[in-house]
């Protein structure tokens, strides 16, 4: 991998939030914990965002996908990317694009799933694009800050449970699959990673409207160390009709809690 860097002169660029992971060891357990989390790889295509110089990309290769779509902004990416596919021939396909603003759902037809070292500069904005979909996917097997990981595996009553708590447990089951040391990483970023497995569910956990959920979080978590009676108080909800206490605080309630609360508040 490090010779791929110095031929295709791939310095990581802040500005894309690169941070790029060459131990293929590594990339491989990532890959292993991704098809772990939804059976066999069978006829399944893989879509990666932020490849990079190809060190995921290699591992998913490697596995018995079907295909691989890897999803890249950087112009000097594609072109290793490029030489890669020429090794695979049929089996990775190089789009050149902003993830932000890709459809990656139509990108390829069913079975399809998201193995992923994200640019953390806009890792959560994908997740959520993602969750509002979620059922497209076989699964989502993602690298995030260990903090932002933290936040989505999150259970009531800790500080690191929150509005992206919430939300990602609403439409997904999350599991926590290892930590991964910032020193695997060239650069180093300045935080510890984690990788995370999201299964979607069939169904959300509990019935609500998403805007009305995202609404109701914003609200509660703005003011967390509030009691809801005063954070929800704009809602005018009858606490005794929904069985919580107005005393408790946003952290304390449970997602389906706050499924109820989106359903009788009018939003």
Same mark, same amino acid.
């Given at each position: 991998?490090? @010779? ?22 590594? +990339? ?7 098809? @772990? ?9 893989? /879509? ?20 691989? =779509? ?6 000097? +990416? ?5 030489? =890669? ?6 089996? %990775? ?24 070292? %994200? ?8 997740? =959520? ?32 449970? *929150? ?49 009305? %959920? ?28 929904? *069985? ?14 706050? +499924?109820? /609360? ?6």
């Amino acid at each position: 991998m490090g @010779d791929v860097i110095r031929r295709f002169g791939l310095g990581a660029r802040k500005s894309l939030g690169q941070h790029f992971l060459l131990d293929l060891n590594l +990339c491989r357990r990532i890959v292993r914990a991704a098809g @772990d989390s939804a059976g066999d790889w069978g006829d399944v295509t893989v /879509i990666e965002i932020g490849p990079g110089p190809g060190g995921l990309t290699r591992a998913l290769l490697e596995s018995g996908a079907r295909k691989v =779509l890897a999803v890249e902004k950087d112009s000097r +990416c594609v072109e290793a990317l490029r030489e =890669l596919s020429a090794a695979y021939p049929g089996r %990775l396909e190089v789009i050149e694009a902003d993830a932000l603003e890709t459809d990656v759902q139509a990108l390829t037809s069913p079975p399809r799933r998201i193995v992923a070292n %994200l640019p953390y500069n806009i890792a959560t904005p994908l997740l =959520l694009g993602w969750l509002r979909r979620i059922t497209d996917f076989d699964g989502l097997t993602l690298m995030f800050q260990k903090e932002v990981a933290g936040r989505l595996v999150a259970q009531p009553g800790g500080k690191a449970y *929150g509005r992206l708590s919430v939300i990602t447990q609403w439409r997904a089951e999350v599991r926590h699959e290892f930590n991964v040391s910032k020193h695997a990483f060239t650069p180093p970023p300045k935080v510890a990673s984690s990788v995370v497995s999201l299964i979607p569910r069939p169904a959300p956990l509990a019935p609500a409207d998403w805007e009305s %959920l995202e609404k109701v979080t914003a609200q509660a978590f703005g003011q967390r160390r509030k009691m809801l009676r005063s954070s929800l108080k704009p809602l005018n909800l009858d606490f005794s009709a929904l *069985g919580i206490e107005p005393t408790a605080r946003a952290e304390e309630l449970s997602v389906e809690q706050f +499924c109820a /609360i989106a359903r009788a508040g009018g939003i």
